[in-house]
């Protein structure tokens, strides 16, 4: 399977922990992409990067939100001190960045988080 | 800024018959739009965007999308409803003159149900 990939697709975890969630984009996709999704809604942004540089943050991402792409690759997404308003769907996406390339987003299945 | 409207958070349509989901679109230049489709528990589909050129843009299973620079539409359309095309459907933009964003933001959705 050559599309994107998160890990866990659930997690299910109590108010206050840490969790941790991983994205591996399409091979040659240098764009990556973090987004939350609560039900009836539609994807909010949170962060991209080019290659390994963060190049923009959302106000949405509070400071126990920190997101890494170490070494252009996989990227991770991080929440310390969980809190039950973070309950979501958070959604990765690659895309490929180039002159002329439009860059279309290609996302994952999703990585659904229940605080409790 | 860049935003993105759905004004239509459901549309129910006869199987065989023409369908429309609408979108309208507000950015400083020329924008960049997308169609994408979720199916329950899934992530988010491409199925067609505009860049420029041809108003009218053909994208996956059938679906179109018509472009309006005056009226800031872009419309997704398909001649004939089926029953599997019920789902959610996401309009995004992107605002390629916004120096340094590389971000895609998305409507609410418009969920579509196709009556047999």
């Known amino acids: 399977d050559t599309g994107v990939s998160q890990d866990p697709r659930h997690k299910i975890t109590k108010r206050g922990q840490n969790v941790t969630f991983r994205c591996d984009p399409i091979?040659?996709?240098?764009?990556l992409y973090w987004y939350r999704q609560t039900l009836g809604q539609g994807p909010e942004f949170l962060t991209y990067?080019?290659?390994?540089?963060?190049?923009?943050k959302s106000r949405l991402l509070s400071d126990r939100f920190s997101a890494e792409r170490p070494k252009g690759s996989f990227s991770t997404l991080e929440i310390q001190r969980t809190e039950q308003g973070d309950s979501a769907m958070y959604l990765c996406?690659?895309?490929?960045?180039?002159?002329?390339?439009?860059?279309?987003?290609?996302f994952g299945e999703g990585s659904r988080l229940t605080v409790l | 800024a860049q935003s993105v409207a759905q004004p239509e958070d459901q549309v129910n349509v006869a199987e065989g018959n023409p369908l429309t989901v609408k979108c309208t679109y507000s950015?400083?230049?020329?924008?960049?739009l997308f169609w994408y489709v979720q199916y329950p528990n899934r992530g988010l589909q491409f199925l067609l965007k505009?860049?420029?050129?041809?108003?009218l843009v053909k994208g996956s299973y059938g679906f179109e999308a018509e472009f309006n620079k005056s009226q800031t539409s872009f419309h997704l359309k398909k001649p004939s409803a089926l029953v599997s095309d019920s789902a959610l459907y996401f309009c995004?933009?992107?605002?390629?003159?916004?120096?340094?964003?590389?971000?895609?933001?998305f409507g609410t959705g418009t969920r579509l149900k196709v009556l047999a």
């Open positions: 505009y860049i420029t050129g041809d108003n």
């Open positions: 996406a690659s895309s490929l960045a180039g002159t002329g390339v439009t860059g279309e987003l290609f």
């Open positions: 091979s040659e996709h240098n764009r």
């Open positions: 990067f080019q290659n390994e540089a963060q190049l923009e």
């Open positions: 995004a933009v992107r605002d390629p003159t916004t120096s340094g964003t590389y971000k895609y933001i």
């Open positions: 950015v400083s230049g020329n924008p960049y």
